[in-house]
């Protein structure tokens, strides 16, 4: 099994819907991250938490929320998705002390119609 | 804002060739430098990483070269294999191993062929 899961794995939704995506975590690391990947701009930083109380801002949060249910649950909701919002999402996790490794699960595929 | 800039966005590279890969940051506060490697369908996996207090860090056949003054490091993929065919991202942070969060760069594909 993954050490880093995330459900969905592939979702198509409609402009105006609300979509959350999960990941899931048996590493035991308190750090975990949700990146957007899009052809030619690479992995950009939605948003990122260190433990349950601490959520931080990435780059490009706007449009999106996160929750941080438990130290291994860590999820990310487009509250009324928009078609700029089609792209491959990650999750990744890192331990404390961090080794300098994320560790990434397989991507969720999100298109916005 | 690219922090960190990757070049090239693709690359062909017959087997057994050298294969590089070139990246360029702006922010001199950077201090941990990673490459990962990214098969299709899968995520994102860390290949090597270098800090600067080094011009080079080399594992088997990839070697990254770093360059402090010029703000440039690089992979470079010696005797390339058809199953070295992935996407590479190089990435940047604060921190040293402890950092809050990775910037990456836009990607290469590369592709080796047989």
């Known amino acids: 099994d993954a050490d880093v899961t995330q459900t969905p794995r592939n979702r198509i939704t409609k402009t105006g819907k609300r979509i959350m995506l999960e990941c899931s975590q048996t590493?035991?690391?308190?750090?975990m991250y949700w990146y957007r990947q899009d052809p030619g701009l690479g992995l950009r930083l939605i948003y990122y938490?260190?433990?349950?109380?601490?959520?931080n801002k990435g780059e490009i949060s706007d449009g999106y929320s996160v929750s941080r249910q438990a130290q291994a649950k860590f999820s990310l909701s487009l509250e009324s998705a928009i078609p700029n919002q089609t792209a491959l999402y990650f999750c990744?996790?890192?331990?404390?002390?961090?080794?300098?490794?994320?560790?990434f699960g397989e991507g969720s595929r999100l298109t916005v119609l | 804002q690219q922090q960190v800039k990757q070049s090239p966005q693709s690359l062909i590279v017959q087997k057994g060739g050298i294969s590089i890969i070139n990246c360029a940051y702006e922010?001199?506060?950077?201090?941990?430098f990673p490459w990962y490697q990214q098969f299709p369908g899968k995520g994102p996996a860390l290949l090597i990483a270098?800090?600067?207090?080094?011009s080079e860090k080399k594992e088997g056949r990839f070697t990254i070269s770093f360059n402090k003054s010029a703000k440039q490091f690089s992979l470079h993929i010696m005797d390339s294999q058809p199953g070295d065919s992935a996407t590479y991202f190089c990435?940047?942070?604060?921190?040293?191993?402890?950092?809050?969060?990775?910037?990456f760069g836009t990607g290469t594909r590369l592709l080796v062929s047989p």
């Open positions: 990744a996790t890192a331990g404390t002390p961090n080794t300098g490794e994320l560790f």
């Open positions: 590493k035991g690391h308190d750090r």
């Open positions: 938490s260190f433990d349950v109380k601490d959520i």
């Open positions: 922010n001199t506060a950077f201090d941990y």
């Open positions: 270098i800090r600067p207090d080094v």
């Open positions: 990435a940047a942070s604060k921190g040293g191993t402890g950092f809050q969060k990775l910037v």
